[in-house]
């Protein structure tokens, strides 16, 4: 069965930096894209960033460049999204998802999420 | 960057009835089209990839079709537990961007 399972969230104040992470289980880690999608509170979903399965080709929103990092490490089968320079609007709810695909969406696995919340 | 509208935003329905549900891409995104179902308090599930094809252990009510622009899910005879938020999201190329959402309730 796959699981999906994130880590990292919490309360940050405006210019502070926190790491999700993802654990993943249940499938072949390297062979799949992954993808962090956020939703903040009562909105809806927005893609957030994705790296492909081999970790060679990163993608971010517009959003969050040059402020947000993906990156996975296939020993650990577990994926980050480390997160630098918040803003009050990066609060939301982060999913890990789990892509169909070795390039990317759809995405067939989401975990439960995390929620990030930015604020003084 | 191509955009994804969705509607109607909110859509009325009783249990038994038909739903249909549009998305319409501002460029063509081929068949690179999928829907995804959220319920309050739960993660997304993937329904539709591919425009028309039934992610893993989906019932049969649920059906896409479209190609090009113009995407419809359909929901063929609502059960209570299909009350929820209904997204399409494109995946031609990056970004893969989310519509609005449709929120099918309760007539």
């Known amino acids: 069965e796959v699981q999906l399972l994130e880590s990292g969230g919490g309360l940050v104040q405006p210019g502070g930096s926190l790491r999700l992470s993802c654990a993943a289980s249940?499938?072949?880690?390297?062979?799949?894209?992954m993808t962090w999608v956020r939703q903040a509170p009562g909105k809806g979903l927005e893609w957030v960033s994705g790296?492909?399965?081999?970790?060679?080709?990163?993608y971010y929103a517009d959003s969050v460049k040059g402020r947000f990092t993906i990156s996975r490490d296939s020993s650990k089968n577990t994926l980050y999204l480390q997160m630098n320079s918040l803003r009050a609007e990066d609060t939301a709810v982060y999913y890990c998802?789990?892509?169909?695909?070795?390039?990317?969406?759809?995405?067939?696995?989401w975990g439960l999420g995390t929620l990030v919340t930015v604020s003084s | 960057e191509i955009v994804m509208t969705q509607s109607p935003a909110t859509l009325s329905v009783s249990p038994g009835e038909r739903a249909t549900l549009s998305c319409r891409a501002s460029?063509?995104?081929?068949?690179?089209l999928a829907w995804y179902q959220q319920k309050p308090g739960q993660a997304p599930r993937l329904l539709i990839y591919?425009?028309?094809t039934r992610a893993t252990g989906i019932p049969a009510r649920f059906s896409g079709s479209g190609s090009g622009t113009e995407f419809t899910l359909t929901i063929s005879s609502l059960q209570s537990e299909d009350f929820a938020v209904y997204y399409c999201?494109?995946?031609?190329?990056?970004?893969?961007?989310f519509g609005p959402g449709t929120k099918v309730d309760i007539k």
């Open positions: 998802t789990k892509d169909k695909s070795p390039l990317g969406p759809p995405s067939d696995c």
């Open positions: 249940g499938f072949t880690f390297s062979s799949y894209a």
């Open positions: 790296i492909t399965g081999s970790g060679g080709s990163t």
């Open positions: 460029q063509s995104v081929s068949s690179k």
């Open positions: 591919g425009a028309s």
């Open positions: 999201q494109k995946y031609d190329n990056w970004p893969p961007s």
